[in-house]
């Protein structure tokens, strides 16, 4: 079974969503953020602190945090308080507990093009579940809509179906974003007859949709200047070990997207399976 499938097959049951926390206001938003997510997947939330000295546990700051939390948002809530590097404990964690998401708080004045190689991207990179990330000082409370850029390779098809169990859980819209090279003619008919169906597909669900072709040198300040123009709630990218030369949402751009986005990105990881059905047929 492919990760977004057992992701899909686990927000239907009790699922667990992991928080690291550092205490900085970027992981408490996280926190925040998670409540409306939690309650809708019926997930309970992980608070995982990790100290590289002792003297660093903040165990009593971590079990009052940890009540707070319950208290917020109505769900349960327990955490995990332990030695090492926050971004490989996450990442062990959250395989040792089959974790259904894991939502990191970035700070804002770190660049993620600086850490690149980290632990931290690796954990974007490499974690066993979607990594939703969030750099932005705003508390977004729901999803009204969620942004899907999209190219025409086989994983990016993928976020579709995940896209469309988010917006069923919170009521939200699917905004398509196909961008292109204004000087690529083929790739834009191809992307657009691409789009088209998606849509068609999406709708055919019962979730609004909409479609929005742009071209653009720049792929990911395009896609996220649009995501803040339509107000998106969410934007949805999907993480691909090798590219293409028409594959253009993984390496730099899925990095730069990350970087520098002030809303809320959720990364896919891609199946691990050799074929994947998508709606269309011969896809």
Do not use: W
């Not at 939690?38 to 079990?63: D, N």
């Not at 579940?129 to 994983?155: A, K, Q, W, Y």
């Not at 469309?164 to 919170?170: D, G, N, R, T, V």
């Amino acid at each position: 079974m492919g990760q977004n499938s057992f992701f899909i097959m686990q927000i239907k049951e009790r699922g667990i969503i992991l928080i690291p926390i550092d205490f900085t206001k970027q992981s408490l938003l996280a926190i925040k953020q998670s409540y409306n997510l939690a309650r809708y997947t019926h997930s309970k939330l992980v608070l995982l602190h990790a100290f590289e000295k002792p003297g660093e546990e903040s165990e009593e700051a971590l079990r009052k945090l940890c009540q707070q939390t319950e208290q917020e948002s109505g769900v349960p809530t327990e955490y995990n308080n332990i030695k090492g590097d926050v971004y490989v404990e996450t990442y062990r964690i959250a395989e040792e507990m089959k974790a259904t998401m894991i939502i990191a708080g970035l700070e804002s004045h770190m660049k993620f093009r600086d850490i690149i190689g980290s632990s931290a991207s690796k954990l974007i990179r490499k974690a066993p579940c979607p990594v939703i990330t969030i750099r932005g000082d705003e508390h977004r409370d729901g999803c009204e809509n969620i942004l899907l850029p999209i190219d025409l390779s086989s994983e990016t098809r993928e976020k579709v179906d995940v896209a469309i169990q988010f917006a069923k859980y919170f009521g939200a819209s699917i905004r398509i974003l196909g961008v292109f090279d204004i000087n690529d003619s083929e790739y834009e008919n191809r992307l657009l007859a691409y789009a088209h169906q998606a849509k068609q597909f999406i709708k055919g669900k019962g979730i609004s949709c909409t479609n929005k072709f742009i071209p653009t040198k720049d792929i990911a300040q395009t896609v996220v200047d649009y995501g803040n123009k339509i107000e998106a709630d969410l934007i949805m990218i999907m993480n691909k070990p090798s590219l293409n030369v028409v594959e253009f949402f993984g390496g730099t751009d899925a990095q730069r997207i990350v970087d520098i986005s002030n809303i809320p990105v959720m990364t896919i990881q891609p199946e691990k399976r050799e074929s994947v059905t998508h709606f269309a047929s011969g896809v």
